[in-house]
């Protein structure tokens, strides 16, 4: 009977088509733009324009995309038995959920940002030409970005820059360099149509540029780029280390003179589930994203020696005398978190509360329910306890994507790698160190390129940790295959025993634990057993309905 009304519906519609003449049909919608007549106008452009942004909104595992990373390095894990979990073991392939994701939402992203530049370029005539080069500046930027990621994820990937008929849709993969070429070739030539800061927070500057360009550069050793670009934005005073690391990651952060670029929230619009992901049990979170015990011990004592060398540290207690963004960046057992004293041992059935300025003993459901807790450790950073939200999955706290601190280690690095180790490097890296929430010993002149280029990647891991750079590092620096398979450890965390190592693990140049000299290993946590094949998984496969529906793709190596 549905269908019935359906058709009769339809039959006057058509008979009345058929009798209309052939300029009625092309008529263009009246009620609202069509694709023929957009852009009309400079406020039309705008709303694309900030329309591109909207694609930076993207939570793959219920947290935002460029932080999910690292959850499938050997600085995360993923508790929800999701595809990401699956890449972590080094078990996805071209069905993968995870993976597929990114290839999807970032060319429907550049499929705007293509739409735009295609169909906007006759209001370069018709607006202020300089308000017209920075919109569209920063759609290409948003572009340039996607494709950065795209690139180095999945290696050669189409490279498509205006909008395609049916039949360009056959389009066959770019090669890796000239990706990277398009990107940085992007980024230079709109650089310099941007403000350094934006007058409305959130917008992409020059400064992002400058900060991007430093990234994808260094990602793809051409260190002279890199080094030039971070150069550049450290000169121009723009932005300066912020003395308080904790506090970048909060609220307050939206006014950090370190912080480049943010993205932006606003609850009834748009909001992140951090807090539900990262938090305990006892403060309404889930804690399904896990650090494990090696990223833990991985943080030097604050004499800037590493725990198996420095007399500063005491096995059983082994928080004292570390480097402050150990606890700046995790909860760890005995620390608070909102209002509880946060405890993970399976004796610890009783913990602290705060309710004002008293302290109540209250059962501590960390240590025995299920799901609570199974390395013993969560993340701290990118939430505001003192914000503490009502509704802990539904935050509109903005997330930084861009600082000054990674662009001070991209410089450091890019120099190391140049064989340029003048005092430009140490004072990028001490300037990091020194900070006054963090004041690590400086690093001393004199060290050899092999010395630094340690001192670097110890040091990225421990100032961007859980940022979402510790995957892209240790793939570019092919060492995944050396930190990422064999098991994932948390806490020794067994009946009646002190919840300890009872030794220091051997950390090696790189800052990664060994445990094979620690008597009690056996006891420690093991949540699973990860794997990576140097042959298939530094690349990504490309998705199987992209190779079904585009013929002119092939698939990566080994999927």
Known sequence: MKKIIIYTLLIPVLLFSSACNEEFLERLPLDSPSSETYFANETELDMAVTGVYNRLWYYPVGIAWFLSFDFASDDGWDRNGSDLQALGRGEQNADNGYTNGFWSHFYRGINRVNFITSKGSHLRQEMDPAKYERLVGEARFIRAYFYAYLTELYGDVPLITSNLTLEESQTPRASKEAVVDFVLAELNEIKDHLPMNAAEKGRVTKGVALALISRVALWNERWDESAAAAKELMDSGAYQIDPDYEGMFTFAGDNSSEVIMRIQYLRGVNTHSMPRNFWSRMALGHSNKKPPQDMVDSY????????????????????????????????????????????????????WEFRGDEMVRVPNIEAGHAYASFTGYLYRKHIDVANYPTDVGSTDQNLTIFRLGEVLLNYAEAKVELNQLDESVYEALNAIRGRASVQMPAIEMGKTQTELRNIVRKERRHELGIEGFRYFDIRRWKVAEDVIPGPYRGRVNRYGGGGWLAEAPMIDEMGTPNYDNISNADEMVVVETRAFDPDRDYLWPIPRIELETNTALTQNPGY
């Open 300 to 351: 030097e004592c604050i004499d800037g020696l590493s725990i198996d060398e420095s007399p500063l540290f005491d096995p059983q207690s082994p928080f004292e005398n570390r480097d402050p963004r150990l606890n700046y960046t995790l909860v760890v057992p005995g620390s608070r978190l909102v209002n509880w004293i946060y405890e993970t041992h399976r004796d610890s059935t009783m913990t």
